[in-house]
T-cell receptor
Framework: SQKIEQNSEALNIQEGKTATLTCNYTNYSPAYLQWYRQDPGRGPVFLLLIRENEKEKRKERLKVTFDTTLKQSLFHITASQPADSATYLCGPEDKLIFGAGTRLAVHP | ETGVTQTPRHLVMGMTNKKSLKCEQHLGHNAMYWYKQSAKKPLELMFVYNFKEQTENNSVPSRFSPECPNSSHLFLHLHTLQPEDSALYLC???????????????FGPGTRLTVT
């Protein structure tokens, strides 16, 4: 069956470091992947979209890569701040499935 | 905010009650979605409406009944729910179709539902 998998373990990093989150997909060939941020008790907020023919996309301190060979997308936050602490979700264009999300905690 | 509103934000209901969740979007989108989010589980798609027509029903029990009277409004009618239906219910909208320049979803804040 089609799957979108993200690290279920929380990611703890020090302020100023780069956070890297992983999204792997199985039995799937998404035309694009989207990344969202979700804070506790709130709905997800769209961050970035990357198409299969784009290797990399950037927005301020955020960078997303898409490797169709590895069937993986990486989401990077550079110069991380405590305010970046949240759960980050990835999902394909059909919106039918999402990853469970990875919780990021940035410590001062 | 995102332009998608949901009411109520919190709801406690008994198993014999009937209630409705409301979602409204002011973004001119043509597609609207209901998702269920339980603790530590992925978002589960429940229903999709495109131009008011239901295009997806993800094997949702009949105790959940969606209604989409127009492209801006979406309802989820609830009756005889079970305690395991307690979750955060999220509404989202997007612009779909060949004329769309992007396909990201805009989510509402959600309704936290507790079934007692």
């Amino acid at each position: 069956s089609q799957k979108i998998e993200q690290n279920s373990e929380a990611l703890n990093i020090q302020e100023g470091k780069t956070a890297t989150l992983t999204c792997n997909y199985t039995n799937y060939s998404p035309a694009y992947l989207q990344w969202y941020r979700q804070d506790p008790g709130r709905g997800p907020v769209f961050l970035l979209l990357i198409r299969e023919n784009e290797k990399e996309k950037r927005k301020e301190r955020l960078k997303v890569t898409f490797d169709t060979t590895l069937k993986q997308s990486l989401f990077h936050i550079t110069a991380s701040q405590p305010a970046d602490s949240a759960t980050y979700l990835c999902g394909p264009e059909d919106k039918l499935i999402f990853g469970a999300g990875t919780r990021l905690a940035v410590h001062p | 905010e995102t332009g998608v509103t949901q009411t109520p934000r919190h709801l406690v209901m008994g198993m014999t009650n009937k209630k409705s969740l409301k979602c409204e979007q002011h973004l001119g989108h043509n597609a609207m979605y209901w998702y269920k989010q339980s603790a530590k589980k992925p978002l589960e798609l429940m229903f999709v409406y495109n131009f008011k027509e239901q295009t997806e029903n993800n094997s949702v029990p009949s105790r959940f009944s969606p209604e989409c009277p127009n492209s801006s409004h979406l309802f989820l009618h609830l009756h005889t729910l079970q305690p395991e239906d307690s979750a955060l219910y999220l509404c989202a909208s997007s612009r779909e179709g060949p004329e769309a320049s992007s396909y990201e979803q805009y989510f509402g804040p959600g309704t936290r539902l507790t079934v007692t």
